[in-house]
């Protein structure tokens, strides 16, 4: 199974492991909580719950339904799968007839089309051509010498982008694409399968539980230590796995983080990131390190992570205190890294110094 689904959303089982790693997490197995690891979407994700006594099910159901749940979003949602739903659905050449969607699908696409209004088109999920143009789809090989394309073809391609593009009809559970789009859902879906793995937890009778694929979680609850989770915002660097650059402390949300330093390739001394600004056609390009977001879920967070990275750290931080959303950023400065974050974060941030 678990090999079945490292054909993949995302090439980040190269180049990262985690985003975030857990400060406070046991790393060994106690009478109080149990753990459960695995490889999905091109990652691995870790899961840490206290035990119940009203659970209704054991670990080992627990796991083969958290499994079998990845398999089936994978199955829904890859772009790495051709035969995805959502590959199927890329394929098709029919514009101006509806497509019917699976519900789990329906919900990833409204909750993006949310993200691309709030955030005026910066995060847009037909932003597939681009992100395959530039070399960063199915085929990207971390290893390979990575070309930059020629400037028409972003050209040509740009007119094909553009959520708007989508029509939806939420009776019939359809869409209707207007134009060749290709959808690409790794900005989001990852935050997607960790709510829907937070909802199976709940079902089953867990209350206290953090869940985590390729560094987006959804925290409930308690930590092991009876006080809420804390994670460790980690340094914003290639080759700094693990190293705790802001502690933060929450319960019952969600929190991702987008960063320019794990995805990127390199040419001429110059860095081209995975995230693609749908507006120019161009990997984005500025001093924004990482962004952090909380919110009530983790695929929001994750929508919106990838969004405010867009958008860079000016215009972000704009949005998210206009929206009173959670935001976290590390920027780049000559000096090396600054902090800010927007009011909303502040309940978070531990101060390590206290
Ligand atoms: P990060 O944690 O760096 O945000 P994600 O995996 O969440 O990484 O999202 C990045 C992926 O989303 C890219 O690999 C690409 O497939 C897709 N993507 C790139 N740019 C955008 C964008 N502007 N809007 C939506 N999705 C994007
Ligand atoms: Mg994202």
Redesign the pocket.
């Given at each position: 199974m678990v090999n079945r689904l490292s054909t993949l959303f995302?090439k980040k089982a190269t180049v990262i492991t985690l985003?975030l790693f857990f400060m406070l997490a046991c790393s060994e197995q106690r009478a109080d909580h149990f753990k459960l690891a695995g490889a999905t979407m091109g990652t691995t994700y870790h899961i840490t719950v206290l035990k119940e006594e009203t659970a209704t099910v054991s670990e080992e159901e627990l796991q083969q339904a958290i499994d079998q749940q990845l398999q089936l979003i994978n199955q829904q949602m890859s772009t790495y799968l051709p035969d995805s739903e959502l590959s199927k659905i890329n394929n098709k050449p029919s514009l101006g007839e509806a497509i019917a969607v699976s519900p789990n699908l329906m919900d990833v696409l409204l909750l993006s089309h949310e993200v691309s209004w709030l955030t005026s088109g910066?995060?847009?999920?037909t932003?597939g051509p681009l992100?395959n143009l530039w070399g960063?789809g199915p085929s990207f090989d971390v290893n390979q010498q990575q070309t930059t394309p020629d400037p028409n073809d972003i050209k040509l391609l740009i007119d094909t982008i553009g959520f708007r593009h989508i029509d939806f009809d939420l009776g019939e559970s359809s869409i209707t694409k207007h134009k060749a789009i290709v959808m690409?859902l790794?900005?989001v879906a990852?935050g997607y399968a960790v709510d829907k793995i937070s909802e199976l937890l709940d079902y089953a009778g867990f209350k206290n539980y953090m869940v985590e694929i390729g560094?987006e979680l959804r925290l409930s609850g308690h930590s092991p230590r009876g006080i809420p989770w804390q994670i460790a915002i980690e340094q914003p660097e290639a080759n700094s796995l693990g190293q705790v650059f802001q502690a933060v402390s929450l319960s019952g949300a969600g929190l991702?983080?987008?960063?320019d330093y794990r995805?990127y390739f390199e040419k001429d001394g110059k860095r081209y990131s995975?995230?693609?600004?749908?507006r120019t056609g161009y990997p984005i390009d500025h001093a924004l390190a990482s962004v952090t977001v909380v919110a009530e879920t983790s695929a929001y967070a994750?929508a919106l992570?990838?969004?405010i990275?867009?958008l860079g750290p000016e215009k972000g931080m704009e949005l998210a205190n206009s929206q009173d959303i959670a935001v976290f950023m590390i920027v780049k400065t000559e000096q090396g890294f600054t902090t800010k974050y927007s009011q909303a974060f502040e309940p978070y941030i531990i101060n390590l110094s206290n």
């Open positions: 995302v985003s910066a995060f847009d999920i932003v992100v960063f690409d790794s900005g990852k560094g991702a983080t987008s960063g995805n995975h995230t693609i600004d749908p994750d992570a990838t969004a990275n867009v």
